[in-house]
């Protein structure tokens, strides 16, 4: 599989609207908006429960962006949420989901084949044990300030190349919080020469790039088949109620203005990054 690595990474703050289609003001679902979309265009989705059918169309360039983790939730039925180029090229580029909260109900965000990939200011969460992230074939992304929660795996990484940055995100009572699965082995192992298919499954990820910092992990194993990143932690983030999906921070979580020190990552008052995808109000 060809590389598809930008020469130079995409800046997501320098993308600019095209057009702007408010969901149910102008289309009634998110399915209809993006099946009406075209590249450069925001689906904008008010605040409010919303249901999408696995199977979502995404152009590229394009972004989905809610009125916050707490006020804009949307609901996904199997086989999950689907951003794809299902290995045409150009793959899709460029796409953004923010400040939403996504609820699994039968499969993974799954992303593939995309160049240019960013996750802001959301929750992933799963009521049947399904992975939350799924990667494959993606590089130039990053999961900025989110919050994976009760999920099978948090973060699944499978196919090479991946490129990706995890910053100031807390992945919490997940099975594992960021897989990096072993090289898949294509086809029937019985097909394979003896010892051979082994071999393959247990070389190196040579073609996964991991920048990880100043990320939580807690109440699962963290990391599976990759180091933790610097500033990483294992800690509990203190939630005010995650039995109710409440995963705002209490005054005394060790998330706050404990995120990247860069400003670019700093709260909407300006004060340094919180983890997760809650600034802090005190509870």
Not at 24 to 50: H, M, N, W
Not at 84 to 89: R, W
Not at 253 to 259: E, F, K, L, N, Y
Request: aromatic share 10%; net charge negative.
């Amino acid at each position: 599989m060809a590389a598809i690595f930008l020469s130079q990474p995409w800046n997501f703050a320098e993308a600019k609207d095209m057009y702007v289609i408010k969901v149910p003001e102008e289309c009634r679902t998110i399915k209809q908006a993006y099946e009406t979309s075209l590249p450069g265009d925001t689906i904008l989705v008010s605040a409010g429960e919303f249901t999408v059918e696995g199977g979502v169309v995404f152009r590229g360039n394009t972004k989905l962006v809610g009125q916050g983790a707490d006020r804009t939730i949307i609901k996904v039925s199997a086989p999950g949420l689907m951003i794809d180029s299902c290995g045409q090229e150009p793959a899709l580029n460029n796409i953004v989901i923010k400040d939403l909260a996504i609820v699994l109900e039968g499969g993974p965000v799954r992303v593939n084949w995309v160049n240019g990939f960013l996750l802001d200011r959301c929750v992933i969460i799963s009521k049947d044990n399904s992975t939350g992230l799924w990667i494959s074939s993606t590089v130039n992304a990053e999961i900025r300030n989110c919050t994976i929660a009760n999920n099978g795996y948090g973060i699944f990484l499978w196919y090479e190349p991946i490129g990706l940055t995890v910053r100031s995100t807390i992945l919490y009572n997940n099975k594992v919080g960021l897989v990096v699965g072993n090289p898949p082995v294509i086809a029937d192992k019985r097909l394979w020469p003896e010892g051979e298919a082994e071999k393959v499954a247990n070389r190196p990820r040579t073609g996964i790039e991991l920048d990880l910092k100043y990320n939580v992990f807690w109440n699962h194993k963290d990391i599976r088949n990759y180091p933790r990143g610097e500033f990483d932690k294992f800690v509990d983030p203190k939630f005010s109620n995650p039995t109710k999906d409440d995963y705002s921070l209490k005054n005394n979580s060790p998330c706050i203005d404990a995120g990247d020190p860069d400003k670019r990552y700093n709260d909407p008052d300006g004060s340094r990054s919180d983890i997760g995808a809650f600034p802090s109000g005190g509870k």
